[in-house]
């Protein structure tokens, strides 16, 4: 199972953005592998599919961008969708809310003392 979704998940950057209007099947089958529960959204994490799907909605990587935000380089610019476009995309907004409602964000709550987050990482309810 693990070789089929890593195999899925590379196909996020090679070969679907040249093929959107033939992508909603395959947000489907990941959303409702997603969908299955939080051991499957690790699952999902784990081979990097959360980056490549915002990646492939944003048109750019998530990761690059956290650094320019001092002001000084010029962001990326971001992927434009037609309306035809986003109708293909609804699965692929479902597949990320299941991973982020799969992570245990309890530890990243405002603790009251210290005024900021208890912790940066994120663990997982399994």
């Not at 969908?35 to 998530?62: E, H, N, S, T």
Request: glycine content about 8%; some cysteine; proline content about 2%.
């Amino acid at each position: 199972m693990n070789r089929l979704l890593a195999t899925l998940v590379s196909k996020l950057e090679k070969d679907l953005p040249a093929n959107v209007k033939l992508s909603a099947q395959f947000f489907w089958v990941l959303a409702e592998f997603a969908q299955m529960g939080a051991r499957q959204c690790r699952q999902l994490i784990d081979l990097d599919a959360f980056r490549q799907l915002v990646k492939f909605l944003l048109g750019v990587d998530p990761t690059e961008t956290e650094g320019n935000s001092d002001g000084g380089a010029e962001a990326p610019s971001r992927r434009r969708w037609t309306s035809l476009q986003l109708r293909e995309l609804g699965d692929l907004h479902r597949a990320l809310a299941y991973m982020i409602l799969a992570c245990d964000t309890g530890s990243l709550k405002d603790d009251g003392d210290s005024g900021g987050l208890a912790s940066e990482q994120r663990s997982f309810i399994i």
